[in-house]
């Protein structure tokens, strides 16, 4: 064998090793990259980001919190592989991402439509849907609904004018909002942004008449607040929906596996309670998170 066969072979060994060595580093890398669990800026999303994590370190994968995040902030986040997994609502993803401004239709017929544009448009999995719904809805203190015969969302429209209305920091904003001011023709003297942690004291405290609140908030029985019923069906379902990167799909395939463990766990019930344990200073999000998941 020729000296110069004898190099191209060396060659050769030492770029399979450079190879393998360079595949064995992204192998390891990804075996020890954590996974990446968004929130956002709510009680109710910091319980189930926790409750996601726990999940997913009982498969033997390392996690990652990224807290409060914004809607779109943390859909751009999945669909480009920077986070791994969070929970949305059908709701959303219809009004906020699919740019859908139709009166919704039935509650099946939104997750579908929801869950075959995630997969079609951005390789994101619909894994889970957890059993319950949070949708937004307008709020007031029960006496002064009663006082001022107010019931319905279209009772409210007379009076708007005269009343405040509280906000989180992206409601004013959204598709959903704009979708109520149009169809009912809400006018109110002021609309005020807020921290959601502090709208529920805020409409106790007559600070404001209304505000945007969510559902599963166990602050609405805690300070006696009622929802008023959409009449119209503006407002879309919302489902809480557990979402996955292609990354994770392709990359974790047991770390999915042990979030589809959430399909319809959680009832409406059960997460107000979850909620208002946290929210009334009983216990902190990780104690409720891991006595939901009976986990020592």
């Not at 439509?113 to 809805?137: M, P, Q």
């Not at 006496?143 to 969302?153: D, K, N, P």
Request: net charge negative; hydrophobic share 45%.
């Amino acid at each position: 064998m020729c000296i110069r066969d004898s190099l191209w072979i060396a060659l050769g060994l030492l770029g399979a090793i450079a190879l393998y060595t360079a595949l064995s580093f992204v192998s390891a890398r990804a075996e020890t990259r954590p996974i990446k669990i968004g929130s956002k800026a709510f009680t109710e999303q910091y319980i189930l980001a926790e409750m996601l994590a726990l999940r997913v370190q009982e498969a033997g994968l390392e996690t990652e919190l990224l807290p409060s995040l914004g809607s779109t902030f943390a859909f751009e986040g999945l669909a480009n592989g920077d986070l791994d997994a969070y929970v949305d609502y059908s709701g959303t993803v219809w009004a906020t991402i699919m740019k859908r401004t139709e009166r919704p239709e039935a509650r099946e017929q939104v997750l579908a439509d929801v869950k075959a544009f995630l997969e079609r448009e951005h390789g994101i999995g619909l894994v889970a849907r957890l059993g319950f719904e949070n949708t937004y809805a307008l709020g007031m203190r029960r006496a002064q609904a009663q006082t001022l015969g107010v019931a319905r969302i279209s009772d409210l429209v007379r009076i708007a004018p005269r009343l405040e209305i509280g906000g989180d920091y992206e409601f004013f904003d959204r598709a959903e909002w704009k979708a109520l001011e149009s169809t009912y023709g809400l006018r109110f003297a002021e609309q005020r942004p807020m921290d959601p942690s502090l709208m529920y004291q805020a409409v106790a405290e007559e600070e404001v008449d209304v505000i945007s609140a969510f559902s599963t908030d166990g602050r609405i029985a805690a300070f006696e607040l009622v929802l008023l019923e959409d009449d119209r069906g503006v407002i879309p379902p919302y489902d809480a929906i557990l979402l996955v990167s292609a990354r994770l799909q392709q990359e974790f395939p047991q770390a999915v596996e042990a979030l589809r463990r959430f399909d319809g766990q959680l009832d409406a019930a059960a997460m107000q309670r979850l909620n208002h344990a946290v929210d009334s200073g009983e216990a902190t999000v990780s104690d409720v998170a891991r006595r939901a998941l009976g986990v020592d």
